[in-house]
């Protein structure tokens, strides 16, 4: 009985694939903690795309500047918001540390009432629970600053991508728009839905 022998251009071909595959999956994995930062980027584009070619194309303002512009917009809303939440915090959290003796007065009282009701009197809130209570809270401390320093990273991988994106915008759009394997109408319907999904969350 003959066999037939495979020939090896298909295996070579097959072992390109296995290759670009494990390639593409080893820089998934490894991009993975950005992916947040890579979908906001996504996000804002769209929010800025009509923006960008308007004051590109019908005002010819240079790309790199009206990116920057935007991007500049970007970091008002997001950083304006934050500066304004932590400048009202601030005086209140420091006023509240001045006046030591008045919280320890409220807190007692509040104590008090636990201990008078009928169903909150159950609840210990005797020194040694809080100092137990507060020790297990200190525990979730690295893990929280962890999650803001990795907001902070995405954040800036976001704009950082935004900016190219912005750039080469109208190429860009043009390789998407020839990579997806549909018809003209099922592309511009993809794009409507895609772009009202966008915008309402």
């Known amino acids: 009985m003959k ?32 992916l947040p930062g890579f979908l906001g980027a996504i996000t804002l584009y769209v929010l800025f795309r009509k923006l960008n070619f308007k004051l590109t194309e019908e005002k010819k303002w240079n790309k790199s ?20 939440l932590i400048n009202y915090m601030v005086p209140q ?8 003796d ?46 803001v320093a990795e ?3 995405n954040v800036l991988v976001a704009l950082f991508v935004l900016y190219f994106m912005l750039v080469s915008s109208k190429k860009l759009e043009e390789t998407i728009y020839h990579a997806i394997p549909f018809s003209t109408t099922s592309k511009a319907e993809l794009w409507k839905e895609f772009d009202m999904m966008v915008k309402s969350n």
Do not use: H, R, W
């Open 3 to 34: 066999y037939k022998q495979i020939n090896n251009n298909s295996i070579n071909q097959i072992m390109l694939i296995v290759i670009i595959l494990a390639i593409c999956i080893l820089i998934f994995t490894s991009l993975f903690y950005y």
């Open 151 to 153: 907001v902070g990273v």
């Open 102 to 147: 008045e919280i320890m007065q409220k807190f007692d009282s509040i104590k008090t009432y636990f201990k008078d009701s009928p169903y909150l009197s159950n609840i210990d809130l005797s020194d040694t629970a809080l100092m137990e209570s507060l020790q297990k809270a200190a525990k979730f401390i690295p893990s929280i600053l962890n999650s």
């Open 93 to 100: 959290v420091t006023e509240a540390i001045n006046n030591k």
């Open 65 to 84: 500047f009206a990116s920057i512009l935007l991007i500049v917009l970007t970091l008002i809303f997001l950083v304006g918001p934050l500066y304004l």
